[in-house]
């Protein structure tokens, strides 16, 4: 039977991470995954390059049943952090929009950062290598796996969640934290493309393809959030950054409403267009749309399709520049966890420490990463809370060792 200090069960962003913090700290460490690619949800990440970061990472910018518990990790290992292994490395990168930080090249280069970085620590990596039963002693863990029995004293389960299936995720950690007694949060796909019913959508389904900014809201009250970003049509509903970091906070039945022309107050410019023009109320509303989705949101109007602008009453122009400012629509889902960025709740935070990310209720048993309760907006925000948690799980382990 072999024996190692720590093992780690995934080879994502926070598993080789943590792995290489603990092996170059000098505790004897394995990796195991499943599957036969290496941190394949790095490679396909922001359009294969990676968005490893966001500059203006918070605790604001996350979702949990426990908010709060995110606080110390975040603090302790910052995007700033990340951004200097990333430099020391040699790895080009670019800040694109609104903090998030991007590879110049591939995201390949993060893989072999956090792979050498692995290395330096020797840590050997298992993979594929299965794990069929978990068990917890006075001595420690042993793990049945596809290649032998293993012994450690510290398990860190870095899994992470439901989404992307094709690439290997799996429920196994939810699974595992259950066996130990642990509470899941109710899961969902976060960061995903929302769907409607085909016969509410068919008006809009031509417009596949097209993509403006807008504000997009959900909830009320206090519980209202929203986002000004990109919104695109697809064929079976909406997608693009709005509709993904809309969709964390998205309920089923629930309505959204969106603002179509964000930056405008659109119904004095149509009123103002009035004057000395016999342009039709198309031609000016497509000045200020994508010509398609103003000819289509014409025809949902045809008293006023083909009639100069001149000849509209205001009140009518004030009431087409209402439903473009506050179109409310009610989706009747999500396109699952086959399309989801993320996996929303996951191991409740409450049964794990904030400092350590040790289980309350079994010692040397860790959760890193998207298996938490632990969820990040679009942009970078997730792999923060990757590194961050894992630079937590990490140090804490090799503190024990140093002591």
Same mark, same amino acid.
């Given at each position: 039977m072999l024996k190692f200090d720590a093992v780690f069960i995934g080879a994502g962003a926070a598993g080789l991470f943590a792995a290489g913090i603990a092996g170059q700290a000098g505790l004897k460490v394995l990796v195991i995954d499943h599957a036969e690619k290496v941190a394949e949800k790095i490679r396909i990440s922001g359009g294969g390059r990676c968005n490893f970061t966001n500059r203006d990472a918070t605790p604001a910018n996350f979702l949990s049943e426990n908010p709060h518990f995110c606080r110390s990790a975040l603090a302790r290992y910052t995007p700033q952090?990340?951004?200097?292994?990333?430099?020391?490395?040699?790895?080009?990168?670019?800040?694109?929009?609104?903090?998030?930080l991007f590879c110049d090249e591939s995201s390949d280069e993060i893989i072999a950062m956090l792979l050498r970085e692995c290395e330096q620590g020797?840590?050997?990596?298992?993979?594929?290598?299965?794990?069929?039963a978990v068990r917890h002693g006075t001595q420690g863990f042993e793990l049945d796996t596809s290649a032998g029995v293993v012994a450690t004293r510290h398990v860190v389960v870095a899994t992470g969640g439901l989404s992307i299936p094709k690439i290997g995720a799996s429920d196994f950690g939810y699974r595992l934290a259950r066996q130990f007694g642990h509470r899941i949060v109710e899961t969902r796909p976060a960061l995903v493309p929302l769907t409607f019913d085909a016969t509410q959508w068919a008006p809009y389904a031509a417009l596949a393809g097209v993509s403006l900014e807008v504000r997009i809201a959900a909830g009320g009250g206090k519980a209202r959030t929203e986002f000004l970003e990109d919104l695109l049509f697809t064929h079976r509903g909406l997608s693009g950054p709005a509709v993904l970091q809309i969709s964390s906070f998205w309920r089923p039945g629930q309505a959204l409403e969106? &603002? =179509?022309? %964000? $930056? *405008? &107050? =659109?119904? %004095? $410019? *149509?009123?103002?267009?009035?004057?000395?023009?016999?342009?039709?109320?198309?031609t000016e509303l497509a000045a200020r749309l994508p010509d398609r989705l103003a000819q289509a949101w014409l025809a949902e109007a045809p008293e006023l399709a083909g009639r100069p602008i001149a000849d509209v009453k205001d009140k009518d122009l004030d009431a087409l520049a209402h439903r473009l400012q506050h179109w409310t629509l009610t989706p009747s889902g999500t396109e699952g966890y086959r399309k989801a960025e993320v996996t929303a709740g996951g191991v409740d935070t409450r049964e794990l420490s904030s400092q350590t990310l040790e289980s309350r209720r079994v010692p040397g048993l860790h959760f890193i990463g998207e298996v938490v309760d632990v969820t990040g907006w679009l942009g970078g925000y997730n792999f923060q809370w990757a590194w961050a948690s894992a630079a937590a799980c990490a140090r804490a382990l090799a503190a024990q060792r140093a002591a």
């Open positions: 952090d990340f951004l200097s292994l990333v430099q020391r490395h040699r790895i080009g990168w670019h800040e694109k929009h609104k903090g998030q020797a840590v050997t990596r298992w993979q594929p290598c299965s794990v069929a969106i &603002d =179509l022309t %964000p $930056q *405008l &107050d =659109l119904a %004095p $410019q *149509l009123r103002a267009a009035k004057t000395g023009s016999r342009k039709q109320v198309g």
